[in-house]
Structure formats: C-alpha cells, structure tokens
Nanobody, 115 residues
C-alpha cells in the first residue's frame, strides 16, 4: 500500500517562501509520476505541478516562475519550493503519486498566505 506523507506547510506572509515535502513508501518511487495539487475552500482541487518519472516538469500557469517541483529518488521524496507566495496560494496542498495509472494521495498540508 502506497503511503504519502506531506510536510512543510504553515503560515507565511505574502512574498515569503515555503518548501513542501512528500515522503513516499510502499512503492517503487522512481517509477511514479509525482504531482502536487491544491484545494482552496469552496474550490475544486487543481493541479499545481507535476514531475514525471523521467524528471520532466510542468506547472499550472498561476505558479509558473514562482514554484519549483523536484524529486530525490534516493530519499523517496518529492518537493515543492514555493517562492513569492500570494494570498491566493492559500489552500490545502496534496501530494499525488501515479504508478501506471494507479493514483495515491497524501493527507494534505495547509498553506496559508497572509496579506
């Protein structure tokens, strides 16, 4: 069974930075495409960034140039470096693993950006 544990969320002022981490277990991490999603109150969950098993990356337009997704296969961990944070980035951030079409989710970590 795949387990994903996110950490690194918190409260930060606008313009600040946070780094989220997601540690995976129960899977061959290097074979997974890994993603970060977020869900703000009253809104649908949206894709923020994805990094493939081959380390190609893609970002939502709203975070391009501010967020960076990376992975460390030796540590079974994916990261999301978030810079120049805005109040509209406030959401619960979820880690997602995609192993050959089988999706797993973490429990989420709250990110709150104050203006």
């Amino acid at each position: 069974q795949v387990q994903l544990v996110e950490s690194g969320g918190g409260l930060v002022q606008a313009g600040g930075s946070l780094r989220l981490s997601c540690a995976a277990s129960g899977t061959i991490f290097s074979d997974n495409h890994m993603s970060w999603y977020r869900q703000a109150p009253g809104k649908k969950r949206e894709l923020v960034a994805v990094i493939t098993s081959g380390s190609s990356t893609n970002y939502a337009d709203s975070v391009k140039g501010r967020f960076t997704i990376s992975r460390d296969n030796a540590k079974n961990t994916v990261y999301l470096q978030m810079n120049s944070l805005k109040p509209e980035d406030t959401a619960v951030y979820y880690c997602n693993a995609n192993y050959r079409g089988i999706y797993s989710w973490g429990q989420g970590t709250q990110v709150t950006v104050s203006s």
